[in-house]
């Protein structure tokens, strides 16, 4: 009598049979399968059950069910994409009709990396697809991953896991939504780690796989400096003029350079020879009267180059190798001379005998 009077409803044929369907109602992503259920009850099922699905305005399908055991049986629905209804039947008894809702998954269709270096680095800002470069750079160094979708979006989180770090340790950080189909992840590196971003549509269907990003951080290298005049160890008299020379290179760029002198026994006294944007690279040349500054003999002179780079937040320092001036008398400099004269005549006579015994042994 129901059917008949409201044709347009779902009611069942009268049976004996009492269809409880696991789950109701299904959700499904684009693509994808489900597992379907039905325990029947209240007579004993003698016949095959079916899973009878339908789409819009086509036919009824119809598939054999599997018997699991107590008057359960089971289906799959698979690579589902388009929506549709199913239900259980026995004979001429079956269960109501059932929605699928199919969940169309969004998909990332651009992924775009911007990498922006503090500005201390002088280095410019780069922009290009996610995978096509390494995302590298300094500490500070600002990351700015762009996803746009294929489907209007809701929300969208990145997690940033450091490597060898905890999963407590991990960063979350919430998209900011640029357009309806556009979301912008933006952090400062700070460390070797791995970002995954999923994004969500409006109703809240994620993405099938995240986008991956690793990223790794660049060292900001101390500055390298070298002294190459005067030598390691050498000697001088009172008034000698001494000349200086060095270089100085940094791989984002100098602060300051500072040349440091003392006496063996005493203060140092440095000097700040360089102040400011310096830029990469640096010579040094520069004269140091030894007559001017006071020295007296027997004193040992020690100097050296130190130099600064311009990183804001840790600052590296370096110095050069330690240069050692003996200071002598006139009178031990001109002994030295004649030491070094009288070898050089002795050496010549020794050359000379040597050349002749040669010639008459041949």
């Known amino acids: 009598a129901p059917r008949l009077l409201w044709p347009g409803r779902d009611i069942p044929p009268f049976s004996r049979y009492r269809f409880a369907v696991a789950p109701q ?17 209240g007579a004993p099922v003698r016949d095959q059950v079916w899973l009878l699905t339908r789409q819009g305005g086509r036919g009824v399908q119809r598939a054999a069910c599997f018997q699991e055991g107590g008057g359960r049986y089971a289906q799959r629905l698979e690579n589902v ?9 026995v004979g001429r008894a079956r269960s109501h009709w059932h929605d699928v ?38 500490h500070g160094t600002r990351v700015t991953l762009t996803l746009t979708s294929n489907r209007p979006l809701r929300e969208g989180t990145l997690t940033l896991h450091r490597r060898g770090g905890a999963v407590d340790d991990d960063q979350v950080i919430e998209a900011r939504l640029l357009s309806e189909r556009t ?63 060095g270089q100085v290179d940094d791989d984002f760029g100098l602060a300051r350079i500072d040349w440091v002198r003392g006496l063996v026994g005493f203060h140092d006294r440095g000097v700040t020879l360089r102040r400011g944007p310096i830029g990469r690279q640096a010579e040094i040349t520069m004269s140091l009267d030894l007559g001017a500054v006071g020295v007296e003999a027997g004193q040992t002179v020690e100097c050296y180059l130190e ?44 050359r000379a005998a040597a050349a002749a015994m040669t010639a008459v042994l041949d």
């Not at 990183?311 to 030491?339: H, Q, W």
């Open 25 to 41: 109602r299904s959700s499904i992503l684009y693509g994808g399968s489900a597992e379907l259920s039905v325990t029947i009850g």
């Open 307 to 350: 130099a600064l780079d311009n990183n804001p937040r840790l600052a590296g320092a370096a110095g050069s190798g330690i240069a050692r001036v003996k200071i002598i008398s006139d009178e031990e400099y001109a002994e030295t001379r004649r030491a070094e004269e009288t070898l050089e005549d002795f050496l010549g006579r020794y």
């Open 101 to 138: 809702e199919l969940q169309l998954q969004p998909q990332v269709l651009q992924a775009r990396v911007r990498l922006a270096p503090p500005p201390y680095t002088g280095l410019p800002v780069s922009e290009f697809p996610a995978g096509q470069a390494d995302v590298a750079g300094v």
């Open 183 to 245: 979301a912008e992840f933006a952090w400062d590196l700070q460390a070797d780690a791995e970002a995954r971003a999923t994004l969500r549509d409006l109703r809240g269907t994620a993405t099938a796989e995240p986008v991956v990003l690793p990223q790794r951080r660049l060292p900001d290298e101390a500055p390298r400096v070298a002294l190459s005049e005067p030598p390691e160890f050498s000697m001088a008299t009172t008034g000698a003029v001494l000349h200086v020379s």
């Open 81 to 89: 994409t388009q929506p549709l209804a199913f239900c259980f039947a």
